[in-house]
T-cell receptor
Framework: DQQVKQNSPSLSVQEGRISILNCDYT??????FLWYKKYPAEGPTFLIS?????DKNEDGRFTVFLNKSAKHLSLHIVPSQPGDSAVYFC????????????FGSGTRLQVQP | DSGVTQTPKHLITATGQRVTLRCSPR?????VYWYQQSLDQGLQFLIQ???????AKGNILERFSAQQFPDLHSELNLSSLELGDSALYFC????????????FGQGTRLTVV
């Protein structure tokens, strides 16, 4: 049973527009959420995180929104750039991040110039 | 460069064989995590070590084992290999028990033929 789901395997957007990547989770014990970006032949790279006590966290062009009642989070990238083209993984953890990460299956983002 | 080093980068071996994957964490990081990524899947947590001791286990097969040495490097041993064990194996490290913003290595691509 997948506890973290990324239902869109791929997403294509135009450069300069907004990219919205979605993630749903089922485990109510998750209280810390992260987004990782992965380029081919590289390991995942941490992008941004959010604790369950917040509903929004912003870092430059990247914003993560958390809707606890819907068990849903999203990553917004504005404006999108061709260098953002990668696979994005949503991950969740319990005990304020002290538990191992549970990853979604990833969304491949393609930003068209 | 995340500071986490995994060797080898690629490994091709036959069914029934045994292999050892090595991970050197970032300098000063005490926690090491192993994850498996099968084709087009998310990363599956295998096992965590903290300062030489096993701290958490995920979906790790009995044919797999790991250890963390006094110098904090870790090895993942995979035995009686099957075709289905072909995957990317990632190591990640973090300073403390929590794995918020864990840093990942580039991974070892294992191909079992």
């Amino acid at each position: 049973d997948q506890q973290v789901k990324q239902n869109s395997p791929s997403l294509s957007v135009q450069e300069g527009r907004i990219s919205i990547l979605n993630c749903d989770y089922t485990n109510s014990m998750f209280d810390y959420f992260l987004w990782y970006k992965k380029y081919p032949a590289e390991g995942p790279t941490f992008l941004i995180s959010i604790s369950s006590i917040k509903d929004k966290n912003e870092d430059g062009r990247f914003t993560v929104f958390l809707n606890k009642s819907a068990k849903h989070l999203s990553l917004h990238i504005v404006p999108s750039q061709p260098g953002d083209s990668a696979v994005y993984f949503c991950a969740a953890s319990g005990a304020t991040g002290r538990r191992a990460l549970t990853f979604g299956s990833g969304t491949r983002l393609q930003v068209q110039p | 460069d995340s500071g986490v080093t995994q060797t080898p980068k690629h490994l091709i071996t036959a069914t029934g064989q045994r292999v050892t994957l090595r991970c050197s964490p970032r300098s000063g990081d005490l926690s090491v995590y192993w994850y498996q990524q099968s084709l087009d899947q998310g990363l599956q947590f295998l096992i965590q070590y903290y300062n030489g001791e096993e701290r958490a286990k995920g979906n790790i097969l009995e044919r797999f084992s790991a250890q963390q040495f006094p110098d904090l490097h870790s090895e993942l041993n995979l035995s009686s290999l099957e075709l289905g064990d072909s995957a990317l194996y990632f190591c990640a490290s973090s300073p403390e028990l929590g794995n918020t913003e864990a840093f990942f290595g580039q991974g070892t691509r294992l191909t079992v033929v």
